[in-house]
């Protein structure tokens, strides 16, 4: 069964370090997601690519976050520099769009703590 | 702004019977709504959904039931079984477009 992939699952880095995650989504998925979800809360979108365009980053910190997806196959999202309250479950979804109704489907995530 | 409130963090059940998750929901241009499960160290994984021109779905022992006028929609799980146990999280959208708003989840455990 096609999965979403995410490296790495855990990391641990120092305030103002900086840090990257990858994905890859389903293979034939146009519509990338990326996902931060903080303890006892649910995921909250940070960046959405259809191929490799950005679609929708409204709620990501541009000073700090950036993602890409320059081939429009897997993507990099990455924070310069990390601060404390960046600690969280960073999810990476890939959907096929049928008839305008998207089914997400997710990676296991990377569980980001910095110290 | 919380667009999507799963009121209980959590929910204990005895296998065999039935378990019931709650969502409201408060923008009215949602049309499409979403149950995922998580379990521990894995991603959430799609679970059932409903349109709004429906009030019903069901997919063997999971419905879910949407009520339109109360902008609330119900998860049943008949009968819980013990791998059931999870965070159970709702999710709406609007069919014009992919973004997913999700509630804070609920911690569902089903004991033997």
């Known amino acids: 069964e096609a999965e979403v992939a995410q490296s790495p699952r855990y990391k641990i880095t120092e305030k103002s370090q900086a840090v990257a995650f990858w994905c890859d989504p389903i293979?034939?998925?146009?519509?990338l997601y990326w996902y931060r979800q903080i303890l006892g809360q649910g995921p909250e979108l940070l960046v959405q690519f259809q191929d490799e365009s950005v679609v929708d980053d409204s709620q990501l910190p541009k000073d700090r976050f950036s993602a890409e997806r320059l081939k429009g196959v897997d993507s990099t999202l990455k924070i310069q520099p990390a601060e404390l309250g960046d600690s969280a479950m960073y999810l990476c979804?890939?959907?096929?769009?049928?008839?305008?109704?998207?089914?997400?489907?997710f990676g296991p995530g990377t569980r980001l703590t910095v110290t | 702004d919380q667009q999507v409130k799963q009121n209980s963090p959590s929910l204990s059940v005895q296998e065999g019977r039935i378990s019931i998750l709650n969502c409201d929901y408060t923008?009215?241009?949602?049309?499409?709504f979403l149950w995922y499960k998580k379990y521990p160290a894995e991603g959430p994984t799609f679970l059932i959904s409903?349109?709004?021109?429906?009030d019903k779905n069901e997919d063997g022992r999971f419905t879910v039931f949407l009520n339109k006028s109360a902008k609330h929609l119900s998860l049943h799980i008949v009968p819980s079984q013990p791998g059931d146990s999870a965070v159970y999280f709702c999710a709406a959208t609007k069919t014009s477009g992919s973004r997913l708003t999700f509630g804070e989840g609920t911690q569902l455990t089903v004991n033997p």
């Open positions: 979804a890939s959907s096929l769009i049928l008839a305008g109704v998207t089914e997400q489907y």
């Open positions: 923008n009215s241009m949602f049309d499409y």
């Open positions: 293979s034939g998925h146009a519509t």
């Open positions: 409903i349109s709004s021109i429906k």
